[in-house]
């Protein structure tokens, strides 16, 4: 009866590390997911800027010395 519920409370701590383990993966995880959404809309922005927007020319006039 001792033995039984010593296994029983090791096989429980057992899935509780198991569940602490997973849960600080899924805090990383998440934390990974926000910084790549947030760089996502960073590209995004940059992308329709970028789509909307002539490209700009260097002055010729001071291109290769001449004028």
């Known amino acids: 009866m001792k033995s ?10 057992f899935y509780q590390a198991k ?4 849960k600080s993966i899924i805090r990383k995880l998440e934390y990974d997911n ?3 959404v947030a760089e996502r ?10 789509a909307t927007n002539p490209p700009k020319r260097p ?4 291109r290769n010395g001449r004028t």
Not at 4 to 13: V, W
Not at 41 to 50: A, I, N, P, T
Not at 59 to 62: G, L
């Open 34 to 36: 926000a910084e790549l």
């Open 4 to 13: 039984e519920a010593l296994s029983m409370m090791k096989e429980r701590d």
């Open 41 to 50: 809309k960073k590209l995004g922005e940059r992308v329709k800027f970028l």
């Open 19 to 22: 569940v602490e383990e997973q």
């Open 59 to 62: 002055n010729t006039r001071y």
